[in-house]
């Protein structure tokens, strides 16, 4: 009958919707919340600070190992385990 018929459109109406309202929702809890970025964000940069602060300290211990190497020195070298 008509009225099945309008019942069945109406049935598959309200299920696309409920299918998108779901794909939107789930793509809405994908989002990253702002904050969340920001942090991560000062966590990447002061990482990269600390990493450029050791990598300094390297270099600089790297160039006067060097130096003692040039002038012949002899170097008794002992690093913490």
């Keep these: 009958t008509a ?3 309008d019942n069945k459109k109406l049935s598959n ?3 696309s919707t409920e299918t998108i309202l779901q794909q939107t929702k789930d793509q809405l809890l994908q989002k ?3 904050s969340v970025v920001d942090q991560a964000n000062n ?3 002061f990482t990269n ?3 450029n602060f050791v990598n300094g300290i390297i270099a600089n ?5 060097k130096k ?3 002038n012949g020195d002899k170097l008794n070298l002992v690093f913490p385990v």
């Design 3 to 5: 009225i099945e018929g």
């Design 13 to 15: 109406q309200i299920t």
């Design 32 to 34: 990253a919340d702002k």
């Design 43 to 45: 966590i990447i940069t």
């Design 49 to 51: 600070a600390k990493t």
């Design 61 to 65: 211990q790297l160039q006067l190992l």
């Design 68 to 70: 003692h190497e040039e």
